[in-house]
């Protein structure tokens, strides 16, 4: 059973199109990251979360942390073939110290 | 300045041999992560080292695999007797603190194969 359920899993979209992906757990956690990944590449973080119901915007991305610290979302408006990528969401809970539960990452496809 | 760096970059090795990979953190960084990952999954936490302290070695998937950290810095993880499942891409973070809330830096990983 994987602890931190990420969806869709695989996502194509055309130039222009808005998308949101979901990050979902029984669990709470202390705070909760989202990375994007490249080929051949190690992820990159692009936003921490900590406190439920924070919103935090990055340009184009928008994330939010539910109330409850359960779960999170990550939304792009106005997708662009440079945001392909695969995003994964990573948590930690406070029972497990500095170590990251991964979910297992939405594979994102911008197509122009 | 220097991210962290992993070698090999890739790995092919025959079913039965054993493997190191390494993984040279940013310098200054205490926390140093292993973590797995398999085609078209998330990262799978294997082991922690946090300074002087003994690793947390709870993501362990079995008793082939183990890992050392030389001086507070570089690290090397070791699998013996390969098997095909151990196939994946194995990356290595370091972070400035072993505390929660530290962005972790990741390396591009180390892909194995086993044939």
């Known amino acids: 059973t994987q602890l931190l359920e990420q969806s869709p899993q695989f996502l194509s979209i055309q130039e222009g199109e808005n998308l949101t992906v979901y990050c979902n757990s029984s669990?709470?956690?202390?705070?909760l990251q989202w990375y994007r990944q490249e080929p051949g590449e190690g992820p990159v973080l692009l936003v921490t979360?900590?406190?439920?119901?924070e919103v935090k915007k990055l340009k184009r991305l928008t994330f939010q942390f539910g109330d409850a610290r359960k779960d999170s979302s990550l939304h792009i408006t106005a997708a662009q073939p440079g945001d392909t990528g695969l995003y994964l969401c990573?948590?930690?809970?406070?029972?497990?110290?500095?170590?990251?539960?991964f979910g297992e990452g939405t594979q994102l496809t911008v197509n122009p | 300045g220097a991210g962290v760096s992993q070698s090999p970059s890739n790995k092919v090795t025959e079913k039965g041999k054993d493997v190191e990979l390494r993984c040279d953190p940013i310098s200054g960084h205490t926390a140093l992560y292993w973590y797995r990952q398999s085609l078209g999954q998330g990262l799978e936490f294997l082991i922690y080292?946090?300074?002087?302290?003994?690793?947390?070695k709870s993501g362990l998937p079995s008793d082939r695999f183990s890992a050392e950290r030389t001086g507070g810095s570089v690290s090397t993880l070791t699998i013996q007797r390969t098997q095909q499942e151990d196939s994946a891409v194995y990356l290595c973070a370091s972070s400035p603190d072993g505390r929660g809330g530290y962005e972790q830096y990741f390396g591009p990983g180390t892909r194995l194969t086993v044939t």
């Open positions: 669990s709470v956690f202390s705070s």
């Open positions: 080292f946090q300074g002087n302290s003994a690793p947390d």
């Open positions: 979360v900590v406190t439920g119901g």
């Open positions: 990573a948590g930690e809970r406070e029972t497990s110290g500095s170590r990251l539960t």
